[in-house]
């Protein structure tokens, strides 16, 4: 192996094979592999341009006498040999003399290091099990090949972020992950680790991420390259920050994001959804947004409202502006046969393709998937939605299907990006990114679109993600707490959540309404407060058509007067806490805009030296100010919360002052979410 200079870079060469180390923003290292003559140009997430740094590389001849590598294994069977580093700021990488890769930071303590079985080329070092630390395996005949990387496993290491899965534990050492995206699991694989450093697995490919009791490993089943970042700081905020400065930070969200989002399974019309809203308003309740479900359309496709449901929603949105509420719009990426944009997308390669059988969606119509990786079809779809809905005031878009939701045989389908065992996690970024370009355009600067999924990067086109089709009940609420901080963590700071569940949801049931407003009581303290569900039972009536075009039929009513007088007065209470707090959102949302970090965040975040914290899953905060403890078992009536140590706590609502580092049993009546008040501040929560 050779191992030499070029500009700030450091090589790793041996034959046509290349790894490439190189100072990529503050306190931070790209590192990609290659086995190719070439290195894959892409940059996936890493798109935006960082800060140049006073890196230094080193190449230092090294005799194994000497105490620094005293502790150094390898260093036992050479009496010479080269060590290569680079160091950039709080970060160093050292390459020992095989090759090997180690990341300390600035105060010399080892923050991870490759994970390599194999013996050294004096054949006594290690073990002859040939574990490579990275390895690159060809698919016969391709060019394309198997990835593995290898790292150490820590006993003391705790892992935060990696996107969306629905799995209980917010600490996802001991998980393995699946690489993909799917209805309610997003993967966005960057984590922050305890030991003080930032990781992000830059390649959408398909495959797996296995945090090991033995090691870590990352696999990729199809790719053209290796390609991680690495970052270290001193605290979880400064790593986030210097994360998001090289994948991009989110705008300053809109002021009607920061309130009340009213949702259900679905408005059938224009009337419907005035009616809610000039209710709303008639009660003198708040709401900054009413959605506009799917199936409001002619066909998957066009774009465009039905007109015999929607006669006029210029009017519509015009009246709901005047009231002050914004109007989304849900789009799919779904084009049916029939539709009129079917022709052209299909003739210019504007739609997903597959490798070996023609995939076609059915249900509600013939469909097939547009490919949200073509920049042509970016601006296409956005076009026809500019024609249909922003010219009549539509400003907020729900860019639905995200994923997307095909049968997730991954190694069928291909685009124009590549093949989707390569390329298919970034879907979502390009779906999100049409709108945002295209808004851009026109000269919009309040963006914000409700995706369902996200990959690492989305966040700087205005993405606001939700969970997908999350079932009614009190366990996936208490996974949605995880899955929520879980992509705070990973860098995409505006999250949300269908109050009470999508699935199952009946609203005459006694425990259904308890789980609804629990729910309700903490999604008023997560970044987006929406209220959405399908609600069962759907209204009952006969199979209709419209120019042949089978519509769809509505859930039950979701409005907070529907679940009886009881839950509507909590429901209102907790309305008027939001906007007593908005002054207090909206700062948290331009400190994410500003420096990427997390709205609602783990404890950890925060209070990053109370190990007891880190320990903390069902609890966190809410900005740097409020501790959030929500209630996620039925009949619970108290709650049992961790008070971080460093300062006092203030219970908002009995007002009771209690000690930090100690954990307390808090009042949790059905009207009560518990809250707590960092010492100093002041926010009026229960008045």
Same mark, same amino acid.
């Not at 769809?552 to 429901?571: C, K, M, P």
């Given at each position: 192996m050779s191992i030499y200079q070029e500009g700030k870079r450091l090589i790793l060469a041996q034959g046509n094979s290349q790894v490439w180390i190189e100072p990529w923003g503050e306190n931070s290292l790209r590192v990609r592999m290659t086995p190719d003559p070439r290195m894959d140009p892409n940059d996936w997430a890493l798109t935006e341009p960082v800060k140049e740094t006073d890196s230094t590389?080193?190449?230092?001849?090294?005799?194994?006498?000497? $105490?620094?590598?005293?502790?150094?294994?390898?260093?036992?069977? =050479?009496?010479?040999?080269?060590?290569?580093? &680079?160091?950039?700021?709080?970060?160093?990488?050292?390459? *020992? $003399?095989?090759?090997?890769?180690?990341?300390?930071?600035?105060?010399?303590?080892? &923050?991870?290091?490759?994970?390599?079985?194999?013996?050294?080329?004096?054949?006594?070092?290690? &073990?002859?099990?040939?574990?490579?630390?990275?390895e690159m395996k060809p698919h016969f005949g391709t060019e394309s090949y198997e990835l593995t990387a290898r790292f150490e496993a820590f006993d003391d290491e705790k892992i935060f %972020?990696?996107?969306?899965?629905?799995?209980? =534990? &917010?600490?996802?050492?001991?998980?393995?992950?699946?690489?993909? =995206?799917?209805?309610?699991?997003?993967?966005? $694989?960057?984590?922050?680790?305890?030991?003080?450093?930032?990781?992000?697995?830059?390649?959408?490919?398909?495959?797996?991420?296995? #945090?090991?009791?033995?090691?870590?490993?990352?696999?990729?089943?199809?790719?053209?390259?290796l390609d991680y970042f690495i970052t270290a700081g001193d605290t979880p905020a400064e790593i986030e920050a210097q994360y998001s400065a090289a994948t991009g930070r989110t705008p300053m969200m809109p002021e009607y994001g920061m309130g009340y989002w009213q949702c259900k399974l679905r408005y059938r019309n224009q009337e419907e959804v005035l009616a809610v809203a000039r209710e709303h308003k008639r009660r003198g309740l708040p709401m900054d947004v009413i959605v506009i479900d799917f199936f409001h359309w002619t066909l998957q496709g066009d774009f465009k409202f039905e007109p015999r449901d929607w006669p006029d929603p210029e009017a519509m949105v015009k009246e709901l502006k005047e009231m002050g509420i914004e109007t989304v719009v849900s789009v799919w990426p779904t084009i049916d046969e029939r539709s009129e944009n079917w022709g052209k997308m299909a003739s210019q390669g504007m739609l997903m393709a597959t490798d070996r059988c023609s995939e076609r969606n059915t249900w509600m119509g013939p469909t097939v998937y547009f490919d949200a990786t073509h920049p042509g079809a970016q601006k296409f779809v956005w076009e026809r939605c500019k024609e249909n809905y922003y010219d009549k005031g539509i400003r907020c878009f729900w860019l639905d299907e995200a994923e997307p939701e095909c049968s997730y045989d991954f190694d069928n389908y291909r685009y124009w990006a590549g093949p989707a065992m390569q390329?298919? *996690?970034t879907y979502p970024v390009g779906?999100?990114? %049409?709108?945002?370009?295209?808004?851009?355009?026109?000269?919009?600067?309040d963006i914000m679109s409700l995706v369902r999924c996200a990959w690492a990067g989305s966040q700087k086109y205005a993405v606001l993600t939700w969970s997908g089709d999350i079932h009614s009940s009190f366990r996936a609420m208490r996974e949605q707490v995880q899955a929520g901080l879980s992509m705070g963590m990973a860098g995409i700071p505006w999250w949300t959540s269908d109050i009470g569940g999508f699935l199952g949801g009946v609203i005459d049931d006694p425990a259904f309404r308890?789980?609804?407003?629990?729910? #309700?009581?903490?999604?008023? #303290?997560?970044?987006?407060?929406?209220?959405?569900?399908?609600?069962? $039972?759907?209204?009952?009536?006969?199979?209709?058509?419209?120019?042949?075009?089978?519509?769809?039929?509505? %859930?039950?009513?979701?409005?907070?007067?529907?679940? %009886?007088?009881?839950?509507?007065?909590?429901?209102?209470?907790?309305?008027?806490?939001?906007?007593?707090?908005?002054p207090y959102i909206r700062s948290l949302m331009q400190a994410a805009h500003e420096t990427g970090a997390p709205v609602m965040r783990p404890l950890y975040y925060d209070f990053p030296t109370d190990k007891t914290a880190a320990e903390v899953?069902?609890?966190?905060? #809410?900005?740097?100010?409020?501790?959030?403890?929500?209630?996620?078992?039925?009949?619970?009536?108290?709650?049992?919360?961790y008070l971080p140590e460093g300062c006092k706590w203030t219970d908002a609502n009995t007002k009771q002052i209690y000690e930090g580092g100690q954990f307390v049993t808090v009042p949790a009546p059905i009207g009560i979410i518990p809250v707590m008040i960092r010492e100093g501040k002041d926010y009026p929560i229960y008045e």
């Open positions: 590389i080193t190449f230092e001849t090294i005799d194994t006498t000497d $105490p620094w590598y005293k502790g150094e294994e390898w260093a036992k069977y =050479h009496s010479t040999g080269t060590v290569a580093t &680079l160091t950039n700021g709080k970060i160093t990488a050292k390459v *020992n $003399p095989e090759g090997w890769i180690s990341y300390y930071n600035q105060k010399g303590e080892l &923050l991870t290091e490759e994970y390599w079985r194999t013996r050294d080329r004096l054949n006594r070092y290690c &073990l002859p099990l040939r574990v490579y630390g990275r %972020g990696m996107g969306q899965y629905q799995h209980r =534990h &917010l600490d996802k050492k001991g998980a393995t992950l699946e690489l993909a =995206h799917r209805n309610s699991q997003a993967s966005v $694989p960057f984590y922050v680790s305890t030991r003080g450093y930032g990781f992000l697995w830059n390649n959408p490919a398909i495959g797996t991420a296995t #945090f090991g009791t033995n090691k870590t490993e990352w696999n990729a089943r199809s790719t053209r390259k390329v298919t *996690n779906y999100a990114k %049409g709108f945002y370009d295209g808004l851009k355009s026109v000269g919009e600067k308890e789980l609804l407003v629990r729910w #309700f009581q903490w999604s008023c #303290f997560c970044p987006v407060f929406r209220m959405h569900g399908e609600r069962s $039972p759907w209204h009952e009536r006969e199979v209709e058509f419209i120019n042949n075009v089978r519509q769809l039929t509505s %859930g039950q009513d979701n409005e907070v007067w529907s679940f %009886g007088e009881e839950v509507y007065e909590i429901l209102v209470k907790y309305l008027f806490i939001r906007e007593r707090l908005r899953e069902d609890c966190y905060m #809410f900005g740097p100010d409020l501790l959030v403890a929500p209630i996620v078992e039925a009949g619970a009536e108290t709650r049992t919360v």
